[in-house]
């Protein structure tokens, strides 16, 4: 019986990142009181490239990816900035290649899959009021769930259109040795868009 064959690949995209609003306390060690509130976010963009490759015997795919994402502050004037979060993360995806031939009216099959992945996200946090202005960066854990279907154009190129969420841990900003800044479990919800080439 012959091997199932693997297939290494490589993948760019694009597309949309929404950024819940996370909650925030504000400590200086060496006088002020704490201070806590909320920081709201505009919807930003989010890019990103994947390097992976097929299993082989199973209908899924393991890939290494580097995403960007950048989402400003908006609170209806109180607070401005942006919060930027670069992440490499560790993906497994599984395809449903028993629905080839869905949407028979594409040149291709369309088929759906599911995926989760694991690793760090780096973020840098500015913002400020009237009263002043931080920036901060720091690097957690972090992790993604997500769905979506790939449209194998021929042989060698798939699009992919997908959805994830993302959530690292709570993020504990150190401004200086007496200001801190922590921010709540940052959750982004994205929908992207991209090209796979595969070898």
């Given amino acids: 019986m012959a091997q199932a064959k693997v297939s290494p ?3 760019i995209y694009g597309g949309g990142s929404g950024l819940q609003e996370t909650d925030w306390t504000y400590t200086d060690t ?16 989010v890019g990103g490239v994947a390097i992976g490759t097929s299993l082989g015997s199973i209908p899924a795919r393991i890939e ?12 209806r004037g109180s607070y401005n900035g942006n ?8 993906n497994l995806y599984y395809d449903f290649k028993n629905v080839d ?12 899959y599911v995926f989760i992945g694991g690793g760090m996200m ?10 002043g202005s931080l920036s901060a960066s720091e690097s957690v854990f972090a992790g993604q769930v997500g769905i979506g279907f790939g449209w194998e ?4 190129i ?41 070898f």
């Fill in 153 to 156: 154009i021929t042989d060698h």
């Fill in 64 to 75: 290494v990816e580097y995403s960007y994402r950048k989402n400003d502050v908006n609170d």
């Fill in 101 to 112: 031939g869905l949407y028979d009216y594409l040149s291709g099959p369309v088929f759906p």
């Fill in 30 to 45: 060496s006088s002020l009181p704490s201070e806590d509130g909320k920081f709201k976010y505009d919807v930003g963009g």
């Fill in 9 to 11: 690949y490589v993948s």
């Fill in 158 to 198: 798939i699009f992919d259109l997908k959805g994830r969420v993302m959530m690292g841990e709570n993020v504990d900003f150190g401004i200086n040795s007496t200001e801190s800044i922590d921010v709540e479990h940052p959750l982004y919800a994205e929908v992207l868009a991209g090209i796979r080439l595969q």
């Fill in 83 to 90: 919060m930027k979060t670069t992440s490499w993360m560790v």
């Fill in 122 to 131: 780096d973020l840098e946090v500015k913002a400020g009021d009237s009263s």
